[in-house]
Nanobody, 117 residues
Framework: VQLVESGGGLAQPGGSLRLSCVAS????????MRWYRQTPGQEHELVAS????????NYIDSVKGRFTISRDNDKNTLYLQMNDLKVEDTAFYYC???????????WGQGTQVTVSA
């Protein structure tokens, strides 16, 4: 399993970024997928999730209405559109499948998002 995140960077408060995660080594289209984030010294925090067919998505309260998770199963790619960014969104962002599955035991390299004026 390989998950390669990209799209992070520096954004101003109120700005936008779009993260991508290209998956390989497993059948992407049959797995629920998630975005997590981590700040120094903290555990990974589940931010958003999508069922395999995008029929249901869920978000933590702090990003509802600002972030949108989506996926393109033909391209084996998961996305996170982040709008109206806040300083507290600063973190490394990772994609993963359900963490209880052994194939998702490891994290990718993540992509760093920094929100600062």
């Amino acid at each position: 399993v390989q998950l390669v995140e990209s799209g992070g960077g520096l954004a101003q408060p109120g700005g936008s970024l779009r993260l991508s995660c290209v998956a390989s080594g497993f059948t992407f289209s049959t797995h629920d997928m998630r975005w997590y984030r981590q700040t120094p010294g903290q555990e990974h925090e589940l931010v958003a999730s999508s069922t395999s067919t995008s029929s249901r998505t869920n978000y933590i309260d702090s990003v509802k209405g600002r972030f949108t998770i989506s996926r393109d199963n033909d391209k084996n790619t998961l996305y996170l559109q982040m709008n109206d960014l806040k300083v507290e969104d600063t973190a490394f962002y990772y994609c993963s499948g359900p963490r209880y599955l052994p194939i998702f035991a490891s994290w990718g390299q993540g992509t760093q998002v920094t929100v600062s004026a």
